[in-house]
């Protein structure tokens, strides 16, 4: 069983369609990230978020963090097909001294 | 853009080869880490390393080793490469202030 689990597994959607993807855990995290991903690309990070309860907006993208602080989303609205990647999260897991644990992704193909 | 570079990119070699990944980042990171990735799938944390002469395994294990003699540079060498190596894998440093994550473009390993 994964530390984080990131659902779904894989999202195949049209262009202009709205989207959610979910990361969650048992754990208490002190900080939790979302990293974009493209075919034979390392992962980039489109945001932190740190405080439970925050919600950051990155144009199309919405992110929120738990009040608890043990899970996350991401919301895209209006996907365009340069959404398309894999999406990772990864918390900073505070029972072990902050150290980072990925999720195991969420493929997102939008179609034109 | 992450300043921290990947080579090869692509390697193709046949059973029992000893190579070595390289990983060199200019930002004068700390710490840095080795990931090992299949096509679209999560990420695997098998080496990290806080420091010069600091090295740890990580969650997965791993039959490969890695260095780090100066802050910039981290590779990762295979005694003997078998067919179960293959793999992509991602190197990676991170800022001590905000926790992000700057990853290099990945080593693709193909083991014959």
């Known amino acids: 069983t994964q530390l984080l689990e990131q659902s779904p597994q894989f999202l195949s959607i049209q262009e202009g369609e709205n989207l959610t993807v979910y990361c969650n855990s048992s754990?208490?995290?002190?900080?939790l990230q979302w990293y974009r991903q493209e075919p034979g690309e390392g992962p980039v990070l489109l945001v932190t978020?740190?405080?439970?309860?925050e919600v950051k907006k990155l144009k199309r993208l919405t992110f929120q963090f738990g009040d608890a602080r043990k899970d996350s989303s991401l919301h895209i609205t209006a996907a365009q097909p340069g959404d398309t990647g894999l999406y990772l999260c990864?918390?900073?897991?505070?029972?072990?001294?902050?150290?980072?644990?990925f999720g195991g992704g969420t493929r997102v193909l939008v179609k034109p | 853009e992450a300043d921290i570079y990947q080579t090869p990119r692509y390697l193709v070699i046949g059973t029992g080869k000893k190579i070595t990944l390289e990983c060199s980042q200019t930002?004068?990171?700390?710490?840095m880490y080795w990931y090992q990735q299949d096509p679209g799938m999560e990420l695997h944390l098998i080496h990290y390393?806080?420091?010069?002469?600091?090295?740890e395994k990580g969650d997965l294990s791993s039959e490969s080793t890695v260095s780090r003699i100066r802050t910039e540079h981290f590779p990762l060498t295979l005694e003997s490469a078998r067919p179960s190596h293959t793999s992509q894998y991602l190197c990676?440093?991170?800022?001590?202030?905000?926790?992000?994550?700057?990853f290099g473009e990945g080593s693709r390993l193909t083991v014959l």
């Open positions: 990676a440093s991170s800022d001590d202030i905000t926790g992000e994550l700057f």
């Open positions: 754990s208490v995290f002190s900080s």
């Open positions: 978020v740190v405080t439970g309860g």
């Open positions: 990864a918390g900073a897991l505070m029972a072990a001294g902050n150290k980072l644990t």
């Open positions: 930002m004068g990171h700390d710490k």
């Open positions: 390393s806080y420091g010069v002469n600091s090295t």
